[in-house]
Protein backbone atom coordinates (compact mmCIF):
# COMPACT_ATOMS: atom_id res chain seq x y z
CA UNK A 1 0.00 0.00 0.00
CA UNK A 2 2.97 2.64 0.76
CA UNK A 3 5.40 3.57 -1.87
CA UNK A 4 8.60 2.18 -1.40
CA UNK A 5 11.36 4.18 -3.61
CA UNK A 6 13.95 2.20 -4.65
CA UNK A 7 15.71 4.85 -6.79
CA UNK A 8 15.25 8.36 -6.84
CA UNK A 9 12.51 10.03 -9.30
CA UNK A 10 12.20 12.86 -10.71
CA UNK A 11 10.39 15.95 -8.45
CA UNK A 12 6.76 16.10 -8.97
CA UNK A 13 5.06 18.94 -10.51
CA UNK A 14 2.78 20.80 -8.13
CA UNK A 15 -0.03 23.26 -7.62
CA UNK A 16 0.02 24.98 -4.24
CA UNK A 17 -3.70 26.00 -4.28
CA UNK A 18 -4.41 29.38 -1.55
CA UNK A 19 -7.21 31.15 -1.01
CA UNK A 20 -6.74 34.56 1.06
CA UNK A 21 -9.46 37.36 2.52
CA UNK A 22 -8.06 41.01 4.21
CA UNK A 23 -4.72 39.48 6.02
CA UNK A 24 -1.83 40.87 4.59
CA UNK A 25 0.46 40.13 7.60
CA UNK A 26 -0.15 36.18 7.85
CA UNK A 27 -0.39 36.10 4.02
CA UNK A 28 3.06 37.51 4.24
CA UNK A 29 4.32 34.92 6.57
CA UNK A 30 2.61 32.24 4.89
CA UNK A 31 4.37 33.47 1.37
CA UNK A 32 7.80 33.59 3.33
CA UNK A 33 7.18 29.79 4.54
CA UNK A 34 7.15 28.48 0.90
CA UNK A 35 9.63 31.09 -0.16
CA UNK A 36 11.71 28.77 1.62
CA UNK A 37 10.58 24.86 0.72
CA UNK A 38 13.08 22.78 -0.05
CA UNK A 39 11.97 21.44 -3.45
CA UNK A 40 13.00 22.29 -6.55
CA UNK A 41 12.07 25.42 -7.47
CA UNK A 42 10.95 24.58 -10.75
CA UNK A 43 9.00 22.01 -9.55
CA UNK A 44 5.94 24.10 -8.03
CA UNK A 45 3.86 26.78 -8.63
CA UNK A 46 1.28 29.07 -6.70
CA UNK A 47 -1.63 29.83 -7.12
CA UNK A 48 -3.48 32.23 -5.06
CA UNK A 49 -7.18 33.89 -4.94
CA UNK A 50 -7.80 37.17 -3.20
CA UNK A 51 -11.70 36.56 -2.19
CA UNK A 52 -12.37 40.05 -2.88
CA UNK A 53 -10.60 41.99 -0.24
CA UNK A 54 -11.46 45.75 -0.29
CA UNK A 55 -7.71 46.87 -0.03
CA UNK A 56 -4.94 45.49 -1.26
CA UNK A 57 -3.66 42.99 0.82
CA UNK A 58 -2.87 40.61 -1.32
CA UNK A 59 -1.23 42.54 -3.70
CA UNK A 60 1.23 44.45 -0.58
CA UNK A 61 2.21 40.60 0.05
CA UNK A 62 3.07 38.94 -2.83
CA UNK A 63 5.49 41.62 -3.15
CA UNK A 64 8.07 39.66 -0.80
CA UNK A 65 7.70 36.84 -2.71
CA UNK A 66 9.86 35.04 -5.15
CA UNK A 67 9.66 35.36 -8.58
CA UNK A 68 11.52 31.99 -9.43
CA UNK A 69 8.02 30.43 -9.36
CA UNK A 70 5.12 30.42 -12.09
CA UNK A 71 2.41 32.56 -9.98
CA UNK A 72 -0.95 32.50 -10.73
CA UNK A 73 -2.76 35.33 -9.05
CA UNK A 74 -7.02 36.09 -9.04
CA UNK A 75 -9.10 38.59 -7.70
CA UNK A 76 -12.24 36.31 -6.66
CA UNK A 77 -15.18 39.57 -6.09
CA UNK A 78 -17.39 36.98 -3.43
CA UNK A 79 -16.79 40.27 -0.96
CA UNK A 80 -15.50 37.67 1.71
CA UNK A 81 -18.70 36.11 1.63
CA UNK A 82 -16.89 32.30 2.25
CA UNK A 83 -18.74 30.54 -0.77
CA UNK A 84 -15.51 28.06 0.24
CA UNK A 85 -16.34 25.43 -2.32
CA UNK A 86 -16.17 27.91 -5.16
CA UNK A 87 -13.29 29.29 -4.13
CA UNK A 88 -11.47 25.69 -3.97
CA UNK A 89 -13.20 25.01 -7.53
CA UNK A 90 -11.57 28.58 -9.15
CA UNK A 91 -8.29 27.31 -7.69
CA UNK A 92 -8.43 24.15 -8.97
CA UNK A 93 -9.11 25.31 -12.86
CA UNK A 94 -6.57 28.00 -12.19
CA UNK A 95 -3.77 25.33 -11.60
CA UNK A 96 -1.69 24.06 -14.34
CA UNK A 97 -2.99 20.79 -16.02
CA UNK A 98 0.04 19.17 -15.70
CA UNK A 99 0.32 19.17 -12.50
CA UNK A 100 0.80 16.01 -10.92
CA UNK A 101 -0.28 17.06 -7.53
CA UNK A 102 -2.23 19.29 -5.72
CA UNK A 103 -1.62 21.16 -2.05
CA UNK A 104 -3.80 23.09 -0.07
CA UNK A 105 -2.90 25.68 2.41
CA UNK A 106 -4.35 28.69 3.78
CA UNK A 107 -3.47 31.22 7.08
CA UNK A 108 -1.28 28.99 7.86
CA UNK A 109 2.94 28.58 8.85
CA UNK A 110 4.47 25.69 7.31
CA UNK A 111 7.98 24.19 7.84
CA UNK A 112 10.34 24.09 4.86
CA UNK A 113 9.71 20.62 4.12
CA UNK A 114 6.07 21.10 3.95
CA UNK A 115 6.14 20.53 0.04
CA UNK A 116 8.38 17.88 -0.01
CA UNK A 117 6.37 15.83 2.96
CA UNK A 118 3.24 15.69 0.86
CA UNK A 119 4.92 15.16 -2.37
CA UNK A 120 6.51 12.03 -0.88
CA UNK A 121 3.27 10.10 -1.02
CA UNK A 122 2.65 10.40 -4.58
CA UNK A 123 4.79 8.73 -6.32
CA UNK A 124 2.86 5.49 -6.89
CA UNK A 125 -0.31 4.54 -8.71
CA UNK A 126 -2.11 4.57 -5.32
CA UNK A 127 -4.07 7.48 -4.72
CA UNK A 128 -3.52 8.87 -1.15
CA UNK A 129 -5.07 12.20 0.03
CA UNK A 130 -2.78 13.61 2.48
CA UNK A 131 -3.65 16.05 5.72
CA UNK A 132 -1.67 16.73 8.78
CA UNK A 133 -2.12 18.36 12.49
CA UNK A 134 -3.33 21.86 12.66
CA UNK A 135 -1.22 23.03 15.98
CA UNK A 136 -2.82 26.33 17.15
CA UNK A 137 -2.47 28.48 20.04
CA UNK A 138 -0.22 31.81 21.25
CA UNK A 139 3.14 29.94 20.70
CA UNK A 140 4.28 28.69 17.18
CA UNK A 141 4.72 24.84 17.40
CA UNK A 142 4.43 21.96 15.02
CA UNK A 143 4.59 19.61 17.58
CA UNK A 144 1.78 17.16 16.92
CA UNK A 145 0.92 16.75 20.23
CA UNK A 146 0.18 20.25 20.70
CA UNK A 147 -2.82 19.81 17.70
CA UNK A 148 -6.43 19.43 19.46
CA UNK A 149 -7.15 16.99 16.30
CA UNK A 150 -4.10 14.67 17.85
CA UNK A 151 -6.30 14.27 20.89
CA UNK A 152 -9.68 13.86 19.11
CA UNK A 153 -8.05 11.03 17.33
CA UNK A 154 -6.26 9.56 20.36
CA UNK A 155 -2.78 8.69 18.95
CA UNK A 156 -1.03 8.93 22.36
CA UNK A 157 -1.62 4.81 22.35
CA UNK A 158 0.34 4.22 19.13
CA UNK A 159 3.85 5.60 17.89
CA UNK A 160 3.81 6.26 13.97
CA UNK A 161 4.61 9.29 11.90
CA UNK A 162 1.56 8.26 9.44
CA UNK A 163 -1.93 6.80 10.21
CA UNK A 164 -5.32 5.65 7.86
CA UNK A 165 -7.48 7.98 9.21
CA UNK A 166 -11.00 8.76 8.63
CA UNK A 167 -12.54 11.65 6.12
CA UNK A 168 -13.54 13.35 9.00
CA UNK A 169 -9.90 14.23 9.92
CA UNK A 170 -8.98 15.58 6.13
CA UNK A 171 -9.13 19.54 6.44
CA UNK A 172 -8.00 22.57 3.72
CA UNK A 173 -5.35 24.26 5.81
CA UNK A 174 -2.98 21.33 5.01
CA UNK A 175 -4.13 18.82 2.06
CA UNK A 176 -2.72 17.20 -0.98
CA UNK A 177 -4.12 14.85 -3.74
CA UNK A 178 -2.69 13.10 -7.26
CA UNK A 179 -4.13 14.85 -10.05
CA UNK A 180 -6.08 11.52 -11.18
CA UNK A 181 -7.73 11.66 -8.00
CA UNK A 182 -8.89 15.24 -8.59
CA UNK A 183 -10.26 14.00 -12.59
CA UNK A 184 -11.50 11.29 -10.88
CA UNK A 185 -14.23 13.63 -8.50
CA UNK A 186 -14.75 16.13 -10.89
CA UNK A 187 -15.51 14.32 -14.61
CA UNK A 188 -18.95 13.13 -14.61
CA UNK A 189 -20.39 14.86 -11.48
CA UNK A 190 -23.45 17.00 -11.15
CA UNK A 191 -21.65 19.72 -9.20
CA UNK A 192 -19.81 22.66 -10.57
CA UNK A 193 -16.26 21.21 -9.93
CA UNK A 194 -14.22 18.65 -7.67
CA UNK A 195 -15.89 20.69 -4.51
CA UNK A 196 -19.76 20.56 -4.00
CA UNK A 197 -21.07 24.20 -4.33
CA UNK A 198 -24.54 23.11 -3.00
CA UNK A 199 -23.06 23.20 0.22
CA UNK A 200 -23.49 26.57 2.05
CA UNK A 201 -21.05 29.12 2.86
CA UNK A 202 -18.43 27.94 4.59
CA UNK A 203 -17.33 24.23 6.50
CA UNK A 204 -16.93 20.74 5.73
CA UNK A 205 -16.18 21.47 1.91
CA UNK A 206 -13.34 19.35 2.42
CA UNK A 207 -14.39 16.79 4.21
CA UNK A 208 -17.42 16.24 1.65
CA UNK A 209 -14.62 15.95 -1.18
CA UNK A 210 -12.48 13.62 1.35
CA UNK A 211 -15.83 11.04 1.33
CA UNK A 212 -16.10 10.95 -2.10
CA UNK A 213 -12.25 10.17 -2.35
CA UNK A 214 -12.65 7.37 0.03
CA UNK A 215 -15.68 6.10 -1.95
CA UNK A 216 -13.38 6.24 -5.23
CA UNK A 217 -10.90 4.01 -3.32
CA UNK A 218 -8.43 6.98 -1.85
CA UNK A 219 -6.61 6.33 1.24
CA UNK A 220 -7.06 9.01 3.59
CA UNK A 221 -3.56 9.75 5.37
CA UNK A 222 -2.59 11.82 8.60
CA UNK A 223 1.27 12.56 8.52
CA UNK A 224 2.39 14.05 11.60
CA UNK A 225 5.03 15.63 9.59
CA UNK A 226 2.68 17.32 7.40
CA UNK A 227 1.69 19.44 9.97
CA UNK A 228 0.83 23.12 9.96
CA UNK A 229 0.67 26.11 12.72
CA UNK A 230 -2.29 27.95 12.66
CA UNK A 231 -2.21 31.11 14.54
CA UNK A 232 -5.41 31.52 17.06
CA UNK A 233 -7.75 34.19 15.45
CA UNK A 234 -8.96 36.97 17.45
CA UNK A 235 -12.93 36.89 16.97
CA UNK A 236 -12.78 40.98 17.62
CA UNK A 237 -10.24 41.77 15.70
CA UNK A 238 -11.99 39.64 12.80
CA UNK A 239 -15.20 41.06 13.21
CA UNK A 240 -13.88 44.49 12.93
CA UNK A 241 -11.61 44.34 10.26
CA UNK A 242 -12.84 41.43 8.19
CA UNK A 243 -15.66 42.02 8.99
CA UNK A 244 -16.25 37.65 9.86
CA UNK A 245 -18.25 36.63 12.70
CA UNK A 246 -16.44 32.94 13.13
CA UNK A 247 -18.01 31.40 15.73
CA UNK A 248 -21.57 32.06 14.24
CA UNK A 249 -20.34 30.90 10.66
CA UNK A 250 -18.95 27.72 12.54
CA UNK A 251 -22.19 27.23 14.77
CA UNK A 252 -24.78 27.54 11.51
CA UNK A 253 -23.25 27.03 8.51
CA UNK A 254 -20.87 24.20 9.71
CA UNK A 255 -24.04 21.95 11.23
CA UNK A 256 -25.72 23.11 7.97
CA UNK A 257 -23.19 21.28 5.86
CA UNK A 258 -22.93 18.10 8.07
CA UNK A 259 -26.26 18.05 8.17
CA UNK A 260 -26.18 18.28 3.96
CA UNK A 261 -23.48 15.81 3.90
CA UNK A 262 -24.95 13.31 5.77
CA UNK A 263 -28.24 13.02 3.84
CA UNK A 264 -26.67 13.27 0.60
CA UNK A 265 -24.37 10.49 0.88
CA UNK A 266 -26.86 8.83 3.91
CA UNK A 267 -25.09 8.44 7.01
CA UNK A 268 -26.75 8.35 9.80
CA UNK A 269 -24.15 10.66 11.64
CA UNK A 270 -20.34 11.40 11.00
CA UNK A 271 -17.33 8.93 12.38
CA UNK A 272 -15.66 9.66 15.57
CA UNK A 273 -12.02 11.05 14.74
CA UNK A 274 -10.02 7.65 15.70
CA UNK A 275 -7.35 6.88 14.28
CA UNK A 276 -7.09 3.95 12.20
CA UNK A 277 -3.80 1.68 11.22
CA UNK A 278 -0.20 2.98 11.22
CA UNK A 279 1.08 3.59 8.18
CA UNK A 280 4.95 3.21 6.80
CA UNK A 281 5.76 6.89 6.11
CA UNK A 282 7.54 7.14 2.68
CA UNK A 283 10.94 8.18 2.70
CA UNK A 284 11.80 12.02 1.49
CA UNK A 285 13.63 11.72 -1.43
CA UNK A 286 13.24 15.05 -2.99
CA UNK A 287 13.89 17.78 -0.08
CA UNK A 288 16.26 19.38 -2.69
CA UNK A 289 16.96 23.18 -3.59
Known amino acids: MVPQHSVIMPPLKVSVLLPTYRQPELLTLTLRDLNVQRYPRDAWELVLIDDGSRDSSAT ?93 MEMSRVSSRAYRCCFQAVFAKSMSYPRPLLETLTNGREIAGPFDELMVGWGYHETEFAFRAECAGAVCVYDTDCGVYHPAHNARDELQYRGIDRGKIQAEEGHKNAQYLCRKHGLADLPDWRVGSPLASPPLDHEVV
Open 60 to 152: AALLTFSQDHRIVVKRFPTGGAYRHASLLNELARLADPASDVYVHVEDVRVRPDFLAQHAKWHYEEERFLVTGPMCEGPAETFEPSACGRWRL
